[in-house]
């Protein structure tokens, strides 16, 4: 099993470009989520899904859209790069029974 | 709101024990977790521990969680070179969400 992947692992933007960063997981499981680590401020919640087409908002959502159509994957799209969203970007899936996250290896994104 | 403070960096020499520290805000919290990070890498789950627990010893790790105070420890026992990381405690919120502590940095010195 792959656990959770995460595509790609490096990118740099211009201020304005957009892009998605594509998450997949082959834990089966429900609930997934999208969270930035900027230094010193730990891991924030962008957004959320606990299932295929249900999605929500967490701590810091703006300037970030997120779908969900199946199960297995869970894109997170940056409609406007701004330098503010340069950070590295963790997909996880969640374990329903105990909360745990499981962590993709994330993408490192630089907005110029 | 929800909040997790930890400090930010610990020093200890190789075959020392470490505690890292972490308060936290949610008394509705069902699990509180330690994640390990290494360069480059993402979060690694280490541990976590039931709320109606005190304590959970796992080979060299001890948690002790006391609730009234809202306060978890992650103890190391022989803290080794491979074990310095980022450790983060994190506290499981209402539906699967989780609030995350800064990260404290482990330096382990031989």
């Known amino acids: 099993n792959a656990g959770v992947t995460q595509t790609p692992k490096f990118q740099v933007l211009k201020t304005g470009q957009s892009m998605t960063l594509q998450c997949a997981q082959d834990?089966?499981?429900?609930?997934m989520s999208w969270y930035r680590q900027d230094p010193g401020m730990g891991l924030r919640l962008i957004h959320y899904?606990?299932?295929?087409?249900?999605?929500d908002q967490g701590e810091v959502p703006n300037g970030y859209n997120v779908s969900r159509s199946t199960t297995e994957d869970f894109p997170l799209r940056l409609l406007s790069a701004a330098p503010s969203q340069t950070s590295v970007y963790f997909c996880?899936?969640?374990?329903?029974?105990?909360?745990?996250?499981?962590f993709g290896p994330g993408t490192r994104l630089t907005v110029l | 709101g929800e909040d997790v403070e930890q400090s930010l960096f610990l020093s200890v020499r190789e075959g020392d024990s470490s505690v890292i520290n972490c308060t936290y805000t949610?008394?509705?919290?069902?699990?509180l977790y330690w994640y390990k990070q290494e360069p480059g890498a993402g979060l690694q789950l280490l541990t976590y521990?039931?709320?109606?627990?005190d304590m959970k010893q796992d080979q060299r790790l001890t948690v002790l969680l006391n609730k009234k105070d809202k306060h978890l420890s992650l103890r190391i026992a022989d803290t080794q070179t491979g074990d310095s990381a980022i450790y983060f405690c994190?506290?499981?919120?209402?539906?699967?969400?989780?609030?995350f502590g800064q990260g404290t940095e482990l330096s382990v010195k031989p």
């Open positions: 834990m089966n499981h429900e609930y």
């Open positions: 994190a506290e499981s919120i209402r539906g699967g969400k989780l609030i």
């Open positions: 949610d008394s509705s919290s069902t699990y």
């Open positions: 521990i039931f709320s109606n627990m």
């Open positions: 996880a899936t969640v374990r329903e029974d105990t909360d745990t996250q499981y």
């Open positions: 899904s606990v299932g295929a087409g249900i999605t």
